[in-house]
């Protein structure tokens, strides 16, 4: 096994380093500020996009640094997913860096779903402006009255109806429902049938937020921050009829369709992750380094540079944890590829929560101040340890699958 980048890989890394370098990084604590002080609280319709991420989403499609997760050569970067993944690392760095590339979950996630399992009309309808960056997008599948760590457990429901389908039910921490942009969601609800077995029971249904019926209740706050202007919402669902043509893939197919979404999906999270853990250990080494103590750099005092190397170790343990990943998922697919999606997924996120921890320790006050990105990394650590399933769930998985391997079926 080889997880050399091909020469094509290294040319994007090279090019994305630079952009964000020159372009996002510079601007991105102005950003963030901006957005903190217009004080729109938990009120998304006030919620409105800075004119400077346009100019630089159109500088960057201008320079071909576009869709790069996809692996469709004339939409996408047409990279492997292996070949995708240091460039997800790199721009992971910044918090603001994957949107500016047409790179952002959960969009991803959704255009990879529609150019797999979409039909030549929702590929045009919707598939299109995704691309091009026009709107934005939101994957509703998480539930609140429900333990959703079991996806079985979901109740709202997809019922065929003629030519319709007509969809009821809550959905919460919906992703980007929050931003003025979004305006097509991928909704996956119950579809039962008792012929089929329990991961047949559910279907994914495209669904326009201006259909009659939608309601976005409230925004959920992250650790106290509504994340605007992307937001997390809790939408309810009342007699939503939608045409039997936004069905995805057929009644039945929401769990196959899933799988084939975050797979994938997941390597991105966590290459992310550990760009996100390298810029914290940049930070800290300097933030270090250019402060003294007692006569001595705080780099050098309490066991700091033991944390250092702890926190080189646990990411280069990490990243070649997530390129086996990538590999294994380029060479036989996401299913057989199981465990190793699910251990990376426990691995990268934990490990952006320690060595974030390390460096707000260092920053001291100033680490959990909205001075540096280290909150905002922080609390990206702590939620992509729920998100796409919790910590436990994968952990379970990966049990599963080392007690199948040995004749054990329980």
């Not at 959704?110 to 979409?118: A, D, I, S, T």
Request: charged share 20%; net charge neutral.
């Amino acid at each position: 096994m080889d997880f050399e980048p091909s020469a094509k890989s290294r040319d994007i890394v090279k090019r994305v380093r630079h952009f964000i370098k020159e372009y996002v990084l510079p601007i991105e604590k102005q950003h963030w500020d901006g957005i903190h002080d217009a004080n729109w609280g938990g009120d998304w319709t006030q919620w409105k996009i800075p004119d400077h991420v346009e100019a630089l989403k159109a500088k960057a499609k201008g320079e071909g640094l576009w869709n790069l997760f996809l692996p469709d050569p004339v939409l996408g970067g047409g990279l492997s997913v292996l070949e995708y993944a240091p460039v997800a690392e790199e721009t992971g760095r910044s918090l603001m860096a994957p949107e500016i590339f047409n790179c952002n979950a959960p969009d991803t996630g959704n255009m990879e779903v529609l150019w797999k399992y979409g039909t030549a009309a929702q590929k045009a309808q919707w598939l299109t402006p995704l691309l091009a960056g026009e709107i934005r997008s939101v994957f509703f599948m998480t539930e609140p009255d429900v333990a959703s760590s079991d996806a079985t457990n979901m109740q709202a429901t997809a019922l065929l109806d003629g030519d319709e389908v007509v969809i009821n039910g809550k959905k919460w921490w919906s992703s980007g429902v929050g931003d003025p942009r979004c305006k097509i969601g991928i909704f996956m609800g119950l579809t039962p049938n008792e012929k089929l077995g329990r991961h047949s029971q559910h279907t994914m249904v495209l669904v326009p937020l201006d259909t009659p019926g939608v309601e976005i209740k409230r925004m959920l706050p992250v650790l106290g921050d509504y994340d605007a202007p992307h937001g997390h919402g809790e939408v309810h669902f009342t007699n939503v009829r939608v045409p039997a043509a936004n069905i995805i893939a057929g009644l039945g197919k929401g769990f196959e369709i899933a799988q084939g979404r975050l797979g994938p999906g997941r390597i991105h999270h966590c290459m992310r992750c550990l760009g996100a853990a390298e810029q914290a250990l940049d930070l800290m080494i300097h933030r270090g380094m250019s402060r003294v103590a007692f006569g001595k750099p705080i780099l050098s005092l309490g066991g700091n540079r033991e944390r250092i190397a702890e926190a080189r170790i646990a990411i280069d343990q990490a990243r070649l944890l997530t390129l086996f990943a990538a590999w294994k998922i380029d060479k036989v697919g996401a299913i057989p590829a199981m465990t190793e999606i699910s251990a990376i997924k426990v691995v990268a996120p934990n490990v952006l929560q320690m060595v974030v921890d390390m460096a707000m320790q260092l920053h001291g006050g100033m680490g959990v101040s909205r001075d540096t990105v280290l909150s905002g990394f922080f609390a990206q650590a702590r939620t992509l340890r729920l998100a796409d399933g919790p910590d436990e769930v994968h952990k379970g998985v990966i049990a599963r699958i080392e007690l199948a391997k040995r004749g054990y079926s329980k």
